[in-house]
């Protein structure tokens, strides 16, 4: 199957620094999306973002399916932003019948320091 | 987010019992998940449903079992639990833009 391999496995940060999450995917891909696990554990949708560019606040990110890799950008991060950051792909074509099946990297655990 | 609850939300459990885990939605999506979290593997599909009564396999199947009987509905069964399925258990959902997924709380469960 497809594998999925995100860097940097760790990131620490200062309150107001920027940063660069990167995931890279062996296989092209119809579907892929960015989540963010907070420290209590919930699982929240950044993007979906299978190719292009995106921006939600201080948030973006950008997807060259053609070089299979996506980057996740934080600008001026806050503590708020502390937590792991998943990349999910999915490589097949999904259809509107079955759903889409996602498999997910091992994810960056960032920590932002006040 | 879509509301979307687990229960329990923890559960802890002997080697070789039933363990049964809800996800309720009040979204009336479609599609739903069911994934589980362990360190070094980021989260992996068990199972997932298309719609009520249709189900089908993950990555991560053996040892579960799905069900859909109404939309708001997905039943994850470990028919005999075993020490390798102490977890954490997401689910998650997909609406109308079926590609995009929202997830519950979680579940962690301990077999001992």
């Known amino acids: 199957g497809i594998q999925v391999e995100q860097s940097p496995p760790d990131l620490i940060l200062q309150e107001g620094a920027n940063s660069t999450l990167r995931c890279n995917f062996s296989?092209?891909?119809?579907?892929l999306q960015w989540f963010h696990q907070n420290p209590w554990g919930q699982l929240i949708n950044l993007f979906y973002?299978?190719?292009g560019t995106k921006q939600n606040g201080r948030l973006s990110a950008t997807t060259v399916a053609t070089e299979r890799y996506s980057l996740l950008y934080i600008s001026s991060s806050q503590t708020t932003d502390s937590g792991v950051y998943f990349c999910?792909?999915?490589?097949?074509?999904?259809?509107?019948?079955?759903?889409?099946?996602?498999?997910f990297g091992e994810g960056t655990q960032l920590t932002v320091n006040p | 987010d879509a509301g979307i609850t687990q229960s329990p939300r923890h559960k802890v459990t002997e080697t070789g019992t039933p363990v049964t885990l809800r996800c309720h939605q009040t979204?009336?999506?479609?599609?739903m998940y069911w994934y589980r979290q362990d360190p070094g593997h980021g989260l992996r599909l068990i199972h997932y449903?298309?719609?009520?009564?249709?189900?089908d396999k993950g990555e991560v199947s053996d040892g579960y079992s799905v069900s859909r009987s109404k939309t708001e509905d997905f039943l994850l069964t470990l028919e005999s639990a075993t020490s390798s399925q102490t977890s954490v258990y997401f689910c998650?959902?997909?609406?109308?833009?079926?590609?995009?997924?929202?997830f519950g709380p979680g579940t962690r469960l301990t077999v001992l």
């Open positions: 999910a792909v999915e490589s097949r074509r999904g259809q509107e019948t079955s759903g889409s099946r996602l498999t």
């Open positions: 296989d092209s891909v119809n579907n």
């Open positions: 973002i299978p190719s």
């Open positions: 979204e009336n999506h479609r599609y």
């Open positions: 449903s298309y719609g009520v009564k249709d189900t």
């Open positions: 998650a959902t997909g609406g109308l833009l079926w590609v995009e997924q929202f």
